[in-house]
């Protein structure tokens, strides 16, 4: 099995990387082969932009039986503790559309620019349709910004626009595009290393939440390799 290990740094996964190095062989840069499964690490760089590019341009190079993205994130509620485990299982482009003269967003499809069950979307959203195959973490449904939210009259309006959203990312909607797009198989972990609100990061527990997030696809790796 060849599998695609995403992130859009390397210190997201450097706990990861450093246990591939010492269990694994090591197969080059930032490859890794433990019987018949084999891992490369790729880092994308933040941002919609540089996911979508250095996964296509991955794609186009190689063929993997599974593609998993791996980071951190912030949760719109409380439910969802610090150091908690998600996977995402839908993903939706937040700001991709037109400020209107009163304030208010369009989306691409409120803008009749794309149909919403256009390949890859369904009803505007792209899903995850084999996520129920990896139901052993807890459900989250993402939403991709630019822009992280730190102000609280924006926060109000970005969760007045999409209540179902539980997470903020900046990367995962690009992941699940381009991987719906190339009919890759795929699976996307993140760790809440913060809540969505007033910006402050002294209350940010991005430590915690990468250990978490590591031993989550440290063990999910060793299943696979099995």
Sequence with gaps: MRILLVSATPFEVKPVRDWLEENWS???L???IAGQTEVDLLYTGVGMTATAYALGKCFS???YDLA????IAGAYHRDLSLGAVVQVISETFADLGAEQADGEFSDIFDLKLNDLDAVPYREGTLINEAAGEFAFLPPAKGLTVNKVHGYP????RIRTRYPMADIETMEGA????????ESVPFFAIRSISNYVEARNREAWDIPGAIRALNDVVKG???ILAL
């Design 30 to 32: 930032e490859r890794y």
């Design 153 to 156: 009259p924006s926060i109000d």
């Design 26 to 28: 090591s197969k080059g």
């Design 61 to 63: 190079l190689k063929h």
């Design 174 to 181: 690009a992941f699940f595009y381009v991987c719906l797009m």
């Design 220 to 222: 999910l790796l060793e």
């Design 68 to 71: 998993i993205n791996a980071g």
